[in-house]
């Protein structure tokens, strides 16, 4: 999914404004001004296409992720787990953590 501005797309195809999108577990609504995305995996992603963004997990994913977003445990100890740091060990601050996840 590809959100710029007012513009989403899905694998290249357009979703057009304030229509609902759903194909193969994968939904795209438009809540008031903002554009959400779920997933069957149970993760949504809501953006109000500007600057914030809020990303949600179903209960049942809990303690089973790992990422940009945290773990998922309520333990604020793990939430800076770096992609390549060893095992165990965290980001120090939150910049650290956050450019560690960047890709390319």
């Known amino acids: 999914v590809v959100a710029e501005g007012r513009n989403v797309s899905v694998n290249g195809a357009v979703v057009p404004e304030g229509r609902p999108y759903l194909h193969k577990g994968l939904g795209v609504t ?5 554009v959400a995305v779920a997933s069957s995996l149970g993760v949504r992603v809501a953006w109000d296409r500007h600057l914030a963004v809020t990303v949600t997990a179903e209960p049942e994913l809990r303690g089973g992720t790992w990422g ?17 740091c060893p095992a ?4 120090a601050v939150a910049a650290a953590f956050g450019n560690a996840w960047k890709v390319p």
Do not use: K
Not at 88 to 91: C, F, L, V, Y
């Open 88 to 91: 165990g060990d965290i980001a």
């Open 30 to 34: 438009w809540p008031g001004d903002w």
């Open 68 to 84: 940009l977003c945290g773990t998922y445990t309520d333990d604020r100890a793990d939430d800076f787990l770096c992609p390549d």
